[in-house]
Structures are given as structure tokens and as C-alpha cells.
């Protein structure tokens, strides 16, 4: 039984009892105005998007239902704070079989909007923005690579309009956010 | 036949590192009379920002669908992810006013409008709407039997169901039917919808590579001489990581991975060296020489 209660304690990865200030009521409300997010409240635990997670299987702490519900109670500080939403690999088979079409890979998304907003990203997704607002692309394609191209007979890469790409990343926001956690 | 014309959308992985796609893919629609339009302008699709901004995974999706409403032409991409992101956010902004409006605030800054007037194809839509299995058969001159291989469709041109709509997302058989065409056989194995688990290598390696090794392992268990992609991430995790598979797990997989394209290339008659075959990680000269 005990040994059933410390399973439950490392799955969950924090202590059972919660304390009302940890809870934000709105939080609910807050993650259904994000667009493809709507749908969170119709949620009732049925567990079909982690028995059909391919992340879950191979993951101790990654539960789809388990985020949803943390949702839906208001653990914003744990959730957008937890690690494990960076883990969703989106494939979208949640999204598919959902009997109430909550959109739960769509609301992970939002927690890791949510996250970046408040908080932190990890060190990879702040390597792949800032490489597209410097180059356009998610990866630096070397000139030595641009050379093969031409070797291998392919034709030039389409090129980036700069300005432009950098006039969207201020006006949607991800400029400050990219500025916050490079300094 | 204008129906055979689209923009090619490389995005950024076949650019990196996978160019072997790029290059069977080119000289296969080549002999089946599909015209590839060069953009002189394209960007990344979108889809690594979706997990940090919505708004600018959004934008930029539009602002290349903009691109090519102005060339007047459809779009055809090579990678799973691009086709995913660009033909999402073309209907969702095509059916969603306030959506739309909000994103053409964005645009507008840069003189843009989206106007929803291109559509999004996947190679491999192309490949079994367009040019049709019939006409494919007719250009198969060395037909691959008795070669038995395992496909891997990869999530993105299967689900959401909602967005893509063109296979059955629990048993698609688009891809199966395309590798029965050149003659190879088309085995089933273990959990085929298995993703790669590509998207999240950057923050856990450990759990992609769960992932692939378990997919490599079903597809030995049926005796499977290669397996067939057409998607350059879920390339990289299967070809690229499969000695680093073997290292982390203790196994030995040895497992060809060739691209849809390379094994339609080869029987259609275009030899391994212009199919770029030299560059696959794992050796598939077996197979080439059966």
C-alpha cells in the first residue's frame, strides 16, 4: 500500500496534498480564450490519449490526462514550471482519438506558450528561433553545403526575406522573448 | 498538363543534412512529367516556433502561403512536418474569419494578405492523386520482387484526420499501395503508426531513440529488408541515429532506410549512384544488388 503511495508520489513528481494557494481558479478560463485550447473543461479523465501515448509508454511522468486535469484545477505554477510539457511529441494520435475532441496536444501547446510567456524555453527551441530570424531557416546551412548543392546539380535554395522575418518576430512578440532569455 | 505544376517547399531539414531525398525526388518526377517551380523566396514553415509562439508559427506559415498565392501555384512539400504546419494553417485560415483576421494584422505589416487561394500537397499526395498508381506502374521497367520492405508514413501527413482527410488514420495504405506499385512487397509489422519521435530530440534524447529502436526491432520481427520514409526527420531518427541506436541499446539492426523515392527510383530504372544512395548512413548496397 505504502509502496502503491511513493509510486504515485515519483509518477506525480511533487507531494499529494495540495494547498488552496497553489491553485489559480481562473487559470481554466485564462487557458480556453487560447485558440485551440476551447475545449478544455469538456475533459472528463476517460485516460484514452495516455493509453494511446507513445510518450507515456516509454515515460514515467508524462500523462497527457494527468496535465489536462492539472489544467482544469488551476496548477498553473506547477504545470508551466513541470519539464515534462516539453516532452510531447506532437503526433497528434490524442488529438484523434479524444471522445470529447478536447485537443489535448492543442493545449499542451498553449501550456508551452504559456510557459515561454512567464518563464523560460529550453536551450534548443531558443537555438532554432533565433537561427530562423537570422537565416530563415531552423538550421545554419553551411556554404560548404551550398557548394554540394550546386555539385549535386540541385538548384539555388529560396532565400529568405530578412526584414521581413525580422518585422514578424517583433510584431508577434518573439523578439522580446527570445531577447529575455538570451540575457 | 497544368495540374503537374507545383512550387517545391524544401523547408530546412533535406537543405541540412538529407539531400539524398531531394535529389531522387527530382529525378523521379522528372520522368513522370511533374514541372518543379523554384521559389526564389520560401522561409522555414513554421512548425519549430508552434511550441514557443502560436502567433509566429501562425504568421510565418501564412507568409509562405502568401508567397505562392502570388505565383498562382499549389505547393508541394517533401517534409512531413511542412505539409503538416502549411496545410493546417491553410484551412484553418481559410475557415476561420477571425483567425484569419488576426493573422493578416501580422501580414500587413509586411505588405502581406492571405488570401486562401493555393493548396498544400505532400509528395506522396501527389504521387497516388495526381499522376495516379496506373501511370506509375506504366514507368516501372525493372520491377523489385522479390524485395520485401516496411513503410513508415510518419504522423504528420496522417494526423490530425481532421486537417488531412486524405488516408485512413488508423490504416493508411497510400504509401502501401505506392511501394506495391514498384514491385517490392509491403509487410506489416508491430504498431506501423508509431512516431518517430523526432520533434523532441533536442530537449530528450533518450526518448526518440526508445522509440526508433522499438520500431526497428518490429520491423526485423518480420523480416523486413529495408524501410521506406517519406519524411527527412523521421529519415534522420531510422538512417542518421541507427548507429547511435545500436550503441545506446547493444543491438545490431543494420537496416536500410531509403526514401520513397530511391526505391521507386531504382525501379524505374535510374541506377543507386544518381539516387544519391551513397549517402545513407546504413548501407543498402544488398539490396541494390539482389
Not at chain 1, 105 to 130: F, G, T
Not at chain 2, 45 to 69: S, V, Y
Not at chain 2, 104 to 128: D, P, Q, R, S, W
Amino acid at each position: 500500500m505504502s509502496e502503491n503511495k511513493e509510486t504515485q508520489e515519483k509518477e506525480s513528481g511533487q507531494k499529494m496534498v495540495l494547498k488552496a494557494s497553489d491553485i489559480d481558479p481562473k487559470f481554466k478560463y485564462e487557458i480556453s480564450k487560447i485558440p485551440g485550447s476551447e475545449k478544455v473543461m469538456l475533459c472528463f479523465q476517460c485516460g484514452t490519449c495516455t493509453a494511446d501515448c507513445p510518450i507515456a509508454r516509454f515515460d514515467d511522468f508524462y500523462r497527457p490526462r494527468k496535465l489536462i486535469r492539472m489544467a482544469q484545477l488551476g496548477l498553473k505554477d506547477k504545470l508551466l514550471s513541470d519539464d515534462v510539457i516539453w516532452l510531447c511529441s506532437t503526433c497528434f494520435t490524442c488529438i484523434d482519438h479524444c471522445p470529447q475532441d478536447v485537443g489535448i496536444a492543442s493545449i499542451v501547446r498553449a501550456l508551452r506558450n504559456l510557459s515561454v510567456k512567464e518563464r523560460d524555453m529550453p536551450v534548443a527551441y531558443k537555438e532554432l528561433a533565433s537561427n530562423i530570424r537570422k537565416t530563415g531557416y531552423a538550421y545554419i546551412i553551411s556554404g560548404m553545403r551550398l557548394k554540394k548543392r550546386e555539385s549535386e546539380g540541385l538548384p539555388s535554395l529560396p532565400k529568405a526575406d530578412l526584414k521581413n522575418i525580422a518585422k514578424l518576430f517583433g510584431t508577434t512578440g518573439l523578439s522580446k522573448m527570445l531577447e529575455k532569455v538570451e540575457t | 498538363m497544368p495540374e503537374l505544376n507545383y512550387l517545391i517547399f524544401l523547408g530546412c531539414v533535406i537543405p541540412y543534412r538529407i539531400s539524398s531525398y531531394e535529389i531522387s525526388t527530382r529525378k523521379v518526377l522528372d520522368k513522370l512529367g511533374v514541372e518543379l517551380v523554384e521559389m526564389p523566396e520560401f522561409n522555414c514553415c513554421g512548425f519549430p516556433l508552434d511550441p514557443i509562439n502560436h502567433d509566429m508559427m501562425l504568421t510565418l506559415a501564412a507568409q509562405n502561403l502568401c508567397l505562392a498565392e502570388q505565383q498562382n501555384l499549389n505547393i508541394m512539400t517533401l517534409c512531413n512536418g511542412c505539409f503538416g504546419t502549411l496545410n493546417h494553417v491553410n484551412k484553418e485560415l481559410k475557415e476561420d474569419k477571425k483567425l484569419r483576421e488576426k493573422v493578416n494584422v501580422y501580414l500587413k505589416e509586411i505588405g502581406m494578405e492571405f488570401e486562401g487561394t493555393t493548396k498544400v500537397k505532400h509528395l506522396i499526395h501527389v504521387l497516388a492523386e495526381n499522376i495516379g498508381v496506373e501511370r506509375i506502374k506504366d514507368a516501372v521497367q525493372n520491377p523489385l520482387n522479390p524485395l520485401r520492405v516496411a513503410q513508415h508514413s510518419g504522423c504528420h501527413i496522417i494526423r490530425p484526420a481532421k486537417y488531412v482527410g486524405s488516408d485512413d488514420p488508423e490504416n493508411p495504405t497510400v504509401l502501401k499501395k505506392l511501394i506495391n506499385v514498384t514491385g517490392a512487397e509491403c509487410l506489416n509489422y508491430l504498431d506501423e503508426m508509431e512516431c518517430c519521435g523526432a520533434p523532441i530530440i533536442g530537449v530528450n534524447e533518450k526518448l526518440p531513440l526508445q522509440l526508433a529502436r522499438e520500431k526497428l526491432d518490429h520491423i526485423r520481427a518480420v523480416g523486413a529488408q529495408a524501410l521506406i520514409t517519406v519524411c527527412p526527420f523521421c529519415h534522420m531518427m531510422y538512417d542518421l541515429n541507427q548507429p547511435r541506436i545500436e550503441k545506446t541499446f547493444n543491438e545490431k539492426f543494420g537496416i536500410p532506410v531509403l526514401h520513397y523515392t530511391q526505391l521507386l527510383g531504382l525501379a524505374m530504372g535510374f541506377s543507386p549512384e544518381e539516387l544519391a544512395f551513397k549517402q545513407l548512413r546504413v548501407n543498402a548496397s544488398e539490396i541494390v544488388t539482389k
